[in-house]
């Protein structure tokens, strides 16, 4: 999920690869180092990932007794998570405090829509699918358009296919898997108005989420660090009643804290 900067202000990822199947010591020592090098760690993880990923995640939290590490899995597709983390990376060069950072990744998803073509949808269940559309997956050289975010969308590719995209202007981030078609690139991006597109290979999670390698994958997103700094600083920052750090949003995303019930809000009996 470490996507190329956009700019020479994006700071560069830190990849904690097969961490699951390290020695617990040696995950443990990486983990607080970074913690000791810069202060606060956000962690973000595909739900495509080994579930022993986020117990690994989980028991070094817990073992290091801190709360300057977030783990952050919101429900998207590979490629569109990867998007995010950039935009994160992004905005880590400006001077947003922490808690407004890592909070920054609930706002920022709802500006991504993220979706791919398939050449199967019969091992898809991140998307509802009906019998019909699985039935029609088993015919050789049908295709199919699926939008998993921020609604969920799928249509059998045609002349008249179309998915509902952003009302905003996007650039567009494609990642070509084992599907030869051009129809993301030639006719959605035309249909979304994208105002610029870039290629790369899909995400190592792409064929478990999708559940299947014969795919096309995208995502568009705001590119433009200003717009992204706008957006996160309208919003209403407040402190965590319980760790103390500047938020965004209901949710401390360090410690999990939640604000307290006000005393007329406290259930009745």
């Known amino acids: 999920m470490a996507l190329p900067p956009l700019d020479e202000r994006t700071l560069p990822a830190v990849v904690l690869p097969d961490l ?60 569109g998570l990867a ?20 909070s920054a990744g609930r706002l920022l998803t709802h500006y991504i829509h993220a979706g791919a073509l398939l050449g199967s949808v019969a091992r898809l269940d991140r998307v509802p699918v009906g019998l019909k559309s699985h039935a029609k997956s088993w015919v050789p050289g049908s295709h199919f358009a699926v939008l998993a975010h921020p609604e969920p969308q799928l249509v059998k590719l045609g002349p008249a296919a179309a998915l509902a995209g952003p009302e905003f202007g996007t650039w567009m981030l494609v990642g070509k898997g084992q599907l030869q078609s051009d129809w993301v690139s030639a006719t959605l991006a035309k249909q979304w108005n994208v105002q610029g597109l870039r290629e790369t290979v899909p995400p190592a999670e792409s064929a478990t989420w999708w559940g299947t390698n014969k795919l096309v994958e995208f995502a568009t997103f705001l590119p433009d660090l200003s717009v992204l700094y706008q957006l996160v ?12 750090i500047d938020v965004i949003g209901d949710r401390c995303v360090f410690c999990s804290a939640t604000p307290p019930l006000l005393e007329n809000q406290l259930p009745a009996g």
């Open 20 to 79: 699951d199947r390290q020695p617990l010591d040696q995950a443990l020592s990486a983990v607080q180092a970074l913690v000791d090098q810069h202060g606060h760690l956000v962690v973000v993880s595909s739900r495509a990932a080994p579930p022993g990923v986020e117990r690994r995640l989980h028991t070094i939290r817990s073992l290091l007794e801190s709360d300057r590490i977030a783990l952050f899995r919101p429900d998207l597709p590979p490629l």
């Open 83 to 102: 998007v995010l983390a950039r935009q994160l990376r992004q905005l880590a060069s400006c001077d947003l405090s922490p808690g407004v950072l890592a």
């Open 233 to 244: 600083t309208s919003v209403r920052q407040g402190s965590c009643h319980w760790c103390g």
